[in-house]
């Protein structure tokens, strides 16, 4: 695989949703136009920042873009290939290549489940016949990437019993579960302290060190996620209004939306 | 000026496991002169809302306050009568939730929500087109017309923010508290409510608190500051020098969160190592010693005291007063 290879990209793509009587804005009427012709390449071992204010766009096109919606128009690429129609094989090679990390790690973990059945999930669907202790290993092996040192003693806890900062690190390590090539992650740190934000984005510039892992990173805070990405996609209405390398962009944003998440992030510092 | 609330070594304890009563907050002093904007900050899990809702008597069950006075405009809030604290509530202090998702009822429109309030602080018509309830969505920058039929649900992050705002203001209380009143919105919204809550204080001589996690918001709202660690109180003083000259080590690791972030060209994000305590792991010396730069013998023997450590300001910390806490 070389250096700058096309891994998943959105072609033209577009999605409304149907009215549902909003108060106000967008298609009050005719539903809301959350996406609007957008495209978007990522290369393998890219940093892709996504941002843009609530409302823009990002997680939906996020959700189209890991196949988890259908668009009403457009496609998208996976190594080159239109994933409705990868086939059976090629399916599970794009879900095991492609992993998804949520803002909120409470929802997106199971209460009842411990920590151990969380993080091998993924291994123990793909490998059903993985004995006992390699699933213990390979938890733990998963949890030491994503720094988490709690051994045994870590496995068997509950998520309500983990720190927020814990918590998002164990669903990181379970995204890691099946060595993706691509992490999306959706607002990851926004729920979290600010002492605990700089933390996870440690973790996650090492693992792209590490692993040549590719990532798209959305987010709102601007000051935060420049510095990981080095390209930045900024949206606003359902469009990409502005993108380019990091620095051009926060340098010399040509956009108002741009210009205001800048504003904002600045303000906030 | 004079002093509007003024908690002192508040305690507020749950039962644990074993039923037997266990402190969450210990230590939490916090002074408001009528007219500040306070400002509240510390990681999650320190107290920060747990003093909030003492500061009137809100505590959950099966939660008390068991140490601790707290004083609001001379009155003694813990020795108040119910329907004192009634006419307290939302009449001399607002308090908006955190988390305003859960704090609004998802089946009543935003107008409805708004009058309940209004209607509870004074005689106010039961009509439904948009009354006293709409003065005050305008006042927090809302589009009272075009709101009063909404539901929750309908509204972004910063319209639901607002509305509770508009709901804490409904008693025409003398002071706001706002509890984390950022959580779940974007950069920008949450640029335009330091601007309301600046609006608001001026336009209506409001004493504000606000609570948050993130020294960067706090340092745009207020003008005091109070920082809170492990269910203590461990630097307070005026905006300017706490932050721009941070005595307790825990005041500088937040300042660093913020002052790094700013600086361009390194790599790695600043953090502040280790997590907060859990009260079971208090013990009885420093709170902060296992995640302290500057720790020494004494921090690990002993509890240091909120201490002056200069005119209007106080810290909890061996390395500027040798003031300590009664061993119990």
């Known amino acids: 695989m070389t250096e700058r290879e096309e891994l998943l990209a959105a072609r033209a ?57 259908t668009p009403d128009a457009g496609e998208v690429r996976f190594r080159g290939r239109d994933i409705r129609s990868l086939g059976r094989a090629g ?43 390699a699933f213990r290993t390979a938890a733990l092996e998963l949890l030491a990437d994503v720094g988490l040192a709690g051994g045994v003693t870590l496995l068997e806890k509950y998520p309500h019993e983990l720190s927020g900062g814990e918590r998002q690190r164990v669903t990181i390590a379970r995204a890691l579960a099946l060595d993706p090539s691509l992490l999306v992650l ?12 700089g933390q996870v984005l440690n973790l996650l510039l090492t693992l792209h060190r590490r692993r040549h892992i590719g990532m798209l990173l959305i987010a709102h805070d601007l000051e935060l996620v420049a510095r990981i990405c080095q390209r930045l996609v900024v949206m606003a209405g359902g469009r990409v209004v502005e993108e380019g390398p990091s620095e051009r962009v926060l340098a010399h944003p040509s956009q108002s939306a741009t210009r205001e998440l800048l504003t904002a992030s600045v303000g906030m510092g | 000026m004079s002093t509007l609330l003024q908690i002192e070594n508040l305690a507020v304890a749950f039962p644990g496991a074993d039923g037997v009563m266990r402190r969450v907050v210990d230590g939490v002093c916090l002074h ?19 003093t909030a809702l003492a500061a009137l008597r809100l505590v959950p069950e099966p939660g008390r306050i068991v140490a601790g006075t707290v004083m609001l405009d001379g009155e003694d809030v813990l020795a ?10 939302g009449g001399i202090v607002g308090l908006a939730f955190q988390d305003a998702s859960a704090a609004l009822d998802p089946l009543r429109s935003v107008g409805f929500q708004v009058a309940e309030a209004a209607r509870l602080h004074g005689p106010v ?35 639901r923010q607002r509305v509770l705002l508009a709901s804490a203001l409904s008693g025409t209380p003398r002071l706001l508290i706002a509890d984390e009143p950022t959580a779940a919105l974007d950069t920008v919204a949450q640029s335009q409510l330091a601007e309301l809550l600046a609006r608001l204080r001026a336009q209506r001589g409001l004493t504000l608190v606000v609570i948050s996690h993130d020294p960067r918001f706090i340092e745009r709202v207020a003008d005091q500051i109070t920082v809170v660690y492990a269910g203590e109180t461990v630097e307070s003083g005026a905006r300017v020098s706490v932050l721009g000259y941070p005595a307790h080590p825990y005041t500088l690791g937040l300042v660093a969160l913020t002052k790094a972030a700013r600086s361009a060209g390194d790599e790695t994000f600043p953090s ?7 009260p079971a792991e208090w013990g009885c010396c420093c709170r902060f010693a296992s995640r302290c730069p500057s720790v020494f013998e004494r921090c690990r023997e002993r509890r240091p005291a909120l201490a002056e450590i200069a005119p209007g300001r106080r810290a909890r910390c061996f390395l500027w007063s040798e003031a300590e806490e009664p061993i119990d």
């Open chain 2, 272 to 278: 502040l190592p280790g997590t907060v305590p859990i």
């Open chain 1, 186 to 197: 959706d607002e990851p740190v926004s729920a979290l302290d600010l002492s605990v934000r």
């Open chain 1, 91 to 133: 399916t599970r090679q794009f879900r095991t290549a492609v992993q998804i990390v949520f803002q909120d790690a409470e929802a997106a973990m199971d209460p009842r489940q411990r920590v151990e059945s969380i993080v091998a999930e993924p291994v123990r669907i793909q490998r059903r016949r993985l004995g006992r202790a």
């Open chain 1, 13 to 69: 793509l577009t999605r409304r949703y149907p009215a549902r009587g909003g108060v106000r804005g967008r298609g009050r009427r005719s539903g809301l136009l959350a996406l609007d012709g957008v495209s978007l390449t990522l290369s393998s071992g890219e940093i892709v920042g996504l941002i843009g204010r609530s409302g823009a766009g990002k997680s939906t096109l996020a959700r189209l873009m890991l196949g988890l919606e």
């Open chain 2, 125 to 159: 018509s039961q009509q439904d087109t948009p009354g006293p309830g709409a003065a005050l969505l305008r006042d927090v920058g809302l589009d009272a017309e075009a709101l009063w039929r909404g539901y929750p649900h309908q509204l972004s992050g910063g319209q």
């Open chain 2, 80 to 89: 108040m009568a119910e329907s004192r604290l009634e006419a307290v509530r």
């Open chain 2, 32 to 50: 408001v002169e009528e007219g500040d904007a306070m400002g509240v900050v510390g990681e999650s899990g320190c107290g920060k809302s747990l």
